[in-house]
C-alpha cells in the first residue's frame, strides 16, 4: 500500500515538474493569433517549425555552402521558428490592437524589450524582445511594423544573439564590426 | 508481373485522373468558400474518394462528371459547417468602402468577392456556369434541380452582380 | 444590341474572374502519400483468397485483370511496400526541401532585420 502510494506521489511530482517545465517553454512560444489579418493581405507569409521539423530540415542542409552551414549550426540549439508576415494594399489593414496582443504576451519579468528602432523615412518600427532565463536567451520575437506591412518573428530555444547578428555576414548583407570591448 | 502491373496501372491511371482534374476540383470548392486551406481539404477528400470508387467509374468522361458532382456537393457541405458568416441575400450586403475607381485588375477580384457572398445554390450555379462552362440543363442535372430554377438562379445573380458593380462606379463619381 | 454585347462583356469578366487555379505544389504528393498508406491498411487485413466476388457493376476504367482484393496477400503487401518505399521517399524528400527553404527564408528574414537594426545604431553611436 505504501509502495502504492509513493508510487502515486511520484508520479504525481513528475507530472507537476513536466507541466511547470512545459509552461516554460511554451511562454517563450507565443500565441500569434493573426489569422484574421491573411483575409486582409495582398500578400502573407506563415512559417510554423517545431523542434522535429527543424531537425528534419537540418539534415537537407549543405554543410558546403557558407549560408546554409551557418543556418544548420544555429538551429541545433533552437526548439522553433514561428513567423507571420502580412502586406497590405493599403494603409489601416493592422490595428495596435493586434500587436497589444503579442505585446501582452512579454510582460513576464523573463521577457524585456532590448532596443527599439524607429524609422521616420518609412514609418516602420522595430522592436526585438528577449526572454532571458538564468543568463541565457531562451526566445526571441522580432516585430517590424509598418504602415502597409507587419512582421512578427518569434524564435524559440537556446538562442545565439551574436551568431543571429552574424548571419549579417551572410545572405548578401554586409558584415558589421563586433565592437572591441565595452567603452568607459 | 501481372499483378504487379495490374496494382501500378491502377495507380497510374488515379494519377493521370488527378493531374487532369485537380484545378477543376480545387477552383470549385476555392470559388465557393474563398478559402485556399479548406478548399485543399476539400479538394484531397474528394480524390481520396475517387480512389475509393475508381472500380466504379465507367470512362474518362464519367470521372469528370463524378468529380465535379462530388466537388460540388462537399464543398456545400464545408459551407454549411462552417458558422463564420451568415448566409445573407445579395441585395443585403454592404457596398465595400469606395477607395477609388477600380482598375481592370481588380474587378476580377471585386467579382470573386461579390460571388461569394451570394447564396449557396445560385453562387454554385454561377462558379459551374462561369468557371466550368457548363449549359443550364448539364448544371440542373449536376445539382439536382430543376432547369428552370437554374436559369431563375443565373439571372437574377448576374443581374445583382451588375446592379452591385455599377453602383460602385457610380458612387466615385 | 448594345445590351446584348455589355451582357457578353459582362459574361466574359465573369469567366476571367472564375479561372481554374491550381492547388499547392504538393498537393499531388500529399494525396498520394494518403492513398498508399491506405492500401498498405487494406493489405494488411485478414482478407480470404477468392472468397470476395469482382464488384458488381459497370466495368472499370482499364482493363486490370487481378482486382486487388483478389490478390494473394503477400503478393499485395510485397507491392505495396515497393510503391509505399519509392512513394514515400521521393515525398520525405520533397517535404525536407520545402522545410529547409522555410528555415532559410526565416533565418533571412530574423539576420536582415537585426543587422538592419545593428547598423542604424552604428549610424547614431557617436
Known amino acids: 500500500m505504501k509502495t502504492t502510494r509513493s508510487l502515486a506521489l511520484t508520479g504525481a511530482l513528475a507530472c507537476a515538474i513536466a507541466a511547470a517545465l512545459c509552461a516554460q517553454l511554451c511562454a517563450q512560444q507565443l500565441k500569434l493569433n493573426l489569422d484574421h489579418l491573411a483575409a486582409k493581405a495582398s500578400d502573407s507569409v506563415d512559417v510554423s517549425l517545431n523542434n522535429s521539423m527543424l531537425q528534419f530540415a537540418g539534415k537537407f542542409l549543405d554543410g558546403k555552402d557558407p549560408d546554409e552551414a551557418a543556418v544548420k549550426k544555429l538551429i541545433v540549439g533552437i526548439d522553433g521558428i514561428y513567423i507571420r508576415q502580412f502586406e497590405f494594399k493599403q494603409e489601416g489593414a493592422w490595428s495596435q490592437a493586434d500587436l497589444d496582443q503579442i505585446l501582452n504576451q512579454m510582460k513576464a519579468p523573463d521577457w524585456s524589450r532590448i532596443v527599439g528602432v524607429k524609422s521616420a523615412e518609412d514609418g516602420e518600427n522595430t522592436e526585438v524582445h528577449v526572454c532571458n532565463q538564468n543568463g541565457k536567451v531562451t526566445g526571441v520575437v522580432i516585430l517590424v511594423s509598418a504602415p502597409k506591412r507587419l512582421t512578427v518573428a518569434n524564435i524559440v530555444g537556446n538562442v545565439s544573439l551574436d551568431s543571429l547578428a552574424d548571419l549579417g555576414g551572410h545572405f548578401g548583407l554586409p558584415r558589421m564590426e563586433q565592437p572591441k570591448g565595452k567603452k568607459k | ?173 | ?126
Do not use: C
Not at chain 3, 15 to 22: D, G, I, S, T, V
Open chain 3, 1 to 126: 444590341m448594345d445590351w446584348l454585347e455589355d451582357e457578353l462583356k459582362f459574361e466574359d469578366e465573369l469567366r476571367k474572374a472564375l479561372q481554374r487555379q491550381e492547388p499547392s505544389p504538393d498537393f499531388e504528393a500529399r494525396v498520394t502519400s494518403t492513398v498508399r498508406s491506405k492500401v498498405t491498411a487494406a493489405a494488411g487485413q485478414r482478407r480470404p483468397v477468392f472468397s470476395r466476388p469482382l464488384a458488381p457493376g459497370p466495368r472499370p476504367l482499364s482493363p486490370v485483370p487481378w482486382p486487388l482484393g483478389l490478390m494473394p496477400r503477400w503478393l499485395a503487401t510485397a507491392a505495396a511496400v515497393l510503391v509505399i518505399t519509392s512513394a514515400g521517399a521521393g515525398y520525405r524528400y520533397h517535404r525536407g526541401h520545402v522545410a529547409k527553404e522555410q528555415v532559410m527564408f526565416a533565418m533571412r528574414l530574423a539576420g536582415s532585420q537585426l543587422n538592419r537594426i545593428q547598423m542604424q545604431m552604428k549610424a547614431v553611436r557617436p
Open chain 2, 1 to 173: 508481373m501481372t499483378e504487379l502491373e495490374s496494382v501500378v496501372q491502377t495507380g497510374d491511371d488515379f494519377a493521370a485522373l488527378m493531374r487532369e482534374h485537380r484545378a477543376m476540383v480545387f477552383s470549385v470548392a476555392y470559388h465557393f468558400l474563398r478559402d485556399r486551406d479548406t478548399a485543399e481539404e476539400i479538394a484531397q477528400d474528394v480524390f481520396l474518394s475517387l480512389h475509393r470508387n475508381l472500380g466504379a467509374i465507367q470512362s474518362a468522361a464519367h470521372a469528370g462528371f463524378w468529380l465535379r458532382k462530388v466537388a460540388v456537393q462537399r464543398s456545400i457541405d464545408a459551407s454549411r459547417k462552417r458558422m463564420r458568416r451568415p448566409q445573407v441575400a445579395l441585395e443585403d450586403v454592404a457596398e465595400p468602402v469606395a477607395r477609388g475607381v477600380p482598375a481592370d485588375p481588380m474587378l476580377g477580384e471585386m467579382l470573386r468577392r461579390l460571388i461569394a457572398t451570394l447564396p449557396e445554390t445560385p453562387r454554385m450555379v454561377v462558379i459551374l456556369r462561369y468557371q466550368e462552362d457548363l449549359d443550364p440543363s448539364e448544371i440542373a442535372n449536376l445539382m439536382a434541380i430543376p432547369v428552370g430554377t437554374v436559369k431563375s438562379h443565373l439571372q437574377r445573380s448576374l443581374a445583382l452582380l451588375r446592379e452591385k458593380l455599377a453602383r460602385r462606379g457610380v458612387r466615385e463619381e
